[in-house]
Antibody, heavy 125, light 106 residues
Framework: QVQLVQSGDEVRKPGSSVRVSCKAS????????ITWMRQAPGQAPEWMGR????????MYAQKFQGRVTITADKSATIAYMELSSLNSEDTAVYYC??????????????????WGQGTLVTVSS | IVMTQSPATLSLSPGERATLSCRAS??????LAWYQQKPGQAPRLLIY???TRATGVPVRFSGSGSGTEFTLTLSSLQSEDFAVYYC?????????FGQGTKVEIK
């Protein structure tokens, strides 16, 4: 059973960037997408984007276009989410999760499971 | 697609039945999941495809509905069930969550 293990908590200054990793433990991502979400204190999770690791094809939420970059290695064992031009409103817990199963670039509709343990990103001067 | 959950907070005693509602602003067919989240933890998948329990989820959790109206029912609340519950649609992009229902001890 694949588990997703994320990198540790980060503290950044406004205007800087942060990169969070998500590693498959006990296997690979296979042909599934890896989705990135964030959750601000007291709020629901918010979808940021996803990638098909074996193809390296990302898709981003319009809200984060131009500020987020999601990548993955072709071995489909680790994915990254980089967010730039950070401000205080980006303070949140960031999660990766496995999503849809893909045949080529076509992916199924699927729930998110499993999830990584979360990475707290704090933006403060 | 906007997901609306009600109520925001549900105050119940152990052993009682909990009924949580989730409404979609347009049809999501049965492409709906429910998650449970406890403080300091990642969301945990409970239900997918509106009514299928995920592996290891107790039978006291059940989901129903299709289209725009969905329900999560906890038949008899246990102490470990007090948490926040989110519904999420995966029918259309972007995938969206409801704002959550907190089930608290009365």
């Amino acid at each position: 059973q694949v588990q997703l293990v994320q990198s540790g908590d980060e503290v950044r200054k406004p205007g800087s960037s942060v990169r969070v990793s998500c590693k498959a433990s006990g296997g690979t991502f296979g042909s599934y997408t890896i989705t990135w979400m964030r959750q601000a204190p007291g709020q629901a999770p918010e979808w940021m984007g996803r990638i098909i690791p074996i193809l390296g094809v990302p898709m981003y939420a319009q809200k984060f276009q131009g500020r987020v970059t999601i990548t993955a290695d072709k071995s489909a064992t680790i994915a990254y989410m980089e967010l730039s031009s950070l401000n205080s409103e980006d303070t949140a817990v960031y999660y990766c999760a496995r999503g849809g199963f893909c045949s080529g670039a076509t992916c199924s509709r699927r729930w998110f499971d499993p999830w990584g343990q979360g990475t707290l990103v704090t933006v403060s001067s | 697609i906007v997901m609306t959950q009600s109520p925001a907070t549900l105050s119940l005693s152990p052993g009682e039945r909990a009924t949580l509602s989730c409404r979609a602003s347009q049809s999501v067919s049965n492409n709906l999941a429910w998650y449970q989240q406890k403080p300091g933890q990642a969301p945990r998948l409970l239900i997918y495809d509106a009514s299928t329990r995920a592996t290891g989820v107790p039978v006291r959790f059940s989901g129903s509905g299709s289209g725009t109206e969905f329900t999560l029912t906890l038949s008899s609340l246990q102490s470990e069930d007090f948490a926040v519950y989110y519904c999420q649609q995966y029918h259309n992009w972007p995938k969206t969550f409801g704002q959550g229902t907190k089930v608290e001890i009365k």
